[in-house]
């Protein structure tokens, strides 16, 4: 593995300062918001912005690269990136902030388009699965990063110097990627499946794809908030979003080697299931002393996987040729769903209290699970032998679907 990603180093280096300071930055807002005193509702509005950026970003990008190249598409949004961080400090919050958080989820989909273009057209067909691993393990790398970074506190010195700091880390993202010799990449086009043959394909996929959309939009928008109406800590806070992206990592690959040993919709359906439970543990039971952060790892464990199998599933019934359009359209409906998911989260914890979080991501999981069921009974397995190898997954833009073709072309060769 080592070998095949020295090559991209620089890439990695920039991913991982990229989500240091925008996973940083995403957990900074929640929480200055809360203690700001700003509504759920308000704050699941700002988390919803940038999911909206970034499914627009994913679907406009590509024009701006094709006019002035991958490198100045870098530069160009990563100093946008970093200088809407900035003006987070100059404004009051709340509506203000929306606006700025669309900008930062449209410039985060130009860094994920222009980086994983960049990945894929040096991987070889023998190393993307190398490099899809080192791909996520930068990225997650970065996130958990970002969280601890919260323990330090900066804003009780400072109100600006979070937002300081987070905006060093974007900028230094683009300094590997301005320097770097690689030749810039070709743009390679792949577009999505409609929803409508997708759901026709598979509509499991489908409908988990876009639960789990709304299910980690409203966590990633409100979890920080979840702990800290516990009457929990910053630092409480920052290290069970750690405590989930951790456990979330560790847990992805085991589960995903079960569903390729069983009837995948059957591991699929209970995932779901066990999410239901941990989130109602979560919900309930997260403020006991010593609870929250094993309960924090589990539900990440479980819910990490859920997306990439999903994806799984639906190649299941595709033929190779169809499977990176496919993965394509799958993204870009988790974002969407992403994008709906922190507002109805919100609505829920200003009805019900903070335990409205995991009771709507609950809500969600329960939904999903008796759908799955349902499809059980209206449809045939796919064969053990013909079921396609999970690969862990990151849901970033359509662009990775262009990287993870490492079994079909393992299987062509």
């Known amino acids: 593995?080592?070998?095949?990603?020295?090559?991209?180093?620089?890439?990695?280096?920039?991913?991982?300062?990229?989500?240091?300071?925008?996973?940083?930055?995403?957990?900074?807002?929640?929480?200055?918001?809360?203690?700001?005193?700003?509504?759920?509702?308000?704050?699941?509005?700002?988390?919803?912005?940038?999911?909206?950026?970034?499914?627009?970003?994913?679907?406009?990008?590509?024009?701006?690269?094709?006019?002035?190249?991958?490198?100045?598409?870098?530069?160009?949004?990563?100093?946008?990136?970093?200088?809407?961080?900035?003006?987070?400090?100059?404004?009051?919050?709340?509506?203000?902030?929306?606006?700025?958080?669309?900008?930062?989820?449209?410039?985060?989909?130009g860094v994920f388009i222009c980086l994983e273009s960049w990945l894929n057209e040096r991987a070889e067909p023998s190393s993307r699965g190398s490099m899809l691993?080192?791909?996520?393990?930068?990225?997650?790398?970065?996130?958990?990063?970002?969280?601890?970074?919260?323990?330090?506190d900066l804003g009780a010195e400072s109100p600006a110097l979070p937002f300081v700091l987070a905006a060093m880390l974007i900028t230094l993202a683009a300094v590997p990627v301005a320097l770097t010799r690689m030749p810039a990449p070709t743009l390679t086009k792949a577009r999505p499946l409609p929803i409508s043959a997708l759901y026709a394909v598979s509509p499991l996929g489908v409908v988990g794809t876009v639960a789990t959309g709304l299910m980690f939009g409203s966590f990633y928008a409100l979890g920080a908030v979840y702990v800290l109406r516990q009457g929990a800590d910053i630092a409480q806070a920052a290290w069970f979003m750690t405590a989930v992206i951790l456990g979330g990592v560790a847990l992805q690959w085991p589960l995903g080697k079960l569903s390729d040993r069983f009837d995948r919709r059957k591991v699929i359906v209970a995932l779901y299931g066990?999410?239901?439970?941990?989130?109602?543990?979560?919900?309930?039971?997260?403020?006991?002393?010593?609870?929250?952060?094993?309960?924090?790892?589990?539900?990440?464990?479980?819910?990490?996987?859920?997306?990439p199998m999903c994806v799984a599933h639906t190649n299941d019934h595709l033929q190779p040729e169809q499977r990176v359009s496919a993965s394509g359209g799958l993204v870009l409906l988790y974002s969407m769903g992403a994008a709906v998911g922190p507002f109805a989260a919100g609505g829920a914890m200003q009805l019900l209290g903070p335990e409205g979080l995991f009771g709507f991501i609950a809500l969600c999981a329960a939904g999903t699970s008796g759908f799955g069921v349902w499809r059980q009974w209206h449809a045939a397995p796919v064969p053990a032998e013909d079921q396609q190898r999970f690969r862990m997954l990151p849901r970033t833009t359509p662009m990775v679907a262009t990287l993870d073709r490492a079994g079909d072309e393992e299987r062509a060769a």
Do not use: D, K
């Open 133 to 152: 691993a080192g791909y996520m393990i930068a990225l997650y790398s970065g996130q958990a990063i970002g969280q601890m970074l919260l323990t330090l």
């Open 274 to 307: 066990s999410t239901v439970l941990t989130s109602l543990a979560l919900g309930f039971g997260g403020g006991i002393e010593g609870l929250l952060l094993p309960l924090g790892a589990a539900f990440g464990g479980l819910g990490f996987a859920l997306y």
């Open 1 to 109: 593995m080592i070998a095949a990603v020295l090559p991209v180093r620089a890439l990695l280096v920039a991913i991982l300062m990229l989500m240091a300071g925008g996973g940083f930055l995403a957990t900074e807002l929640s929480i200055r918001l809360e203690t700001g005193g700003s509504r759920a509702l308000m704050i699941g509005a700002v988390g919803m912005s940038y999911f909206a950026g970034l499914t627009t970003g994913s679907l406009l990008i590509a024009r701006l690269i094709e006019r002035v190249g991958h490198i100045r598409t870098f530069a160009a949004v990563a100093s946008l990136f970093a200088a809407t961080t900035l003006a987070f400090a100059l404004l009051p919050g709340g509506l203000a902030w929306m606006p700025l958080r669309f900008v930062n989820g449209f410039c985060a989909a």
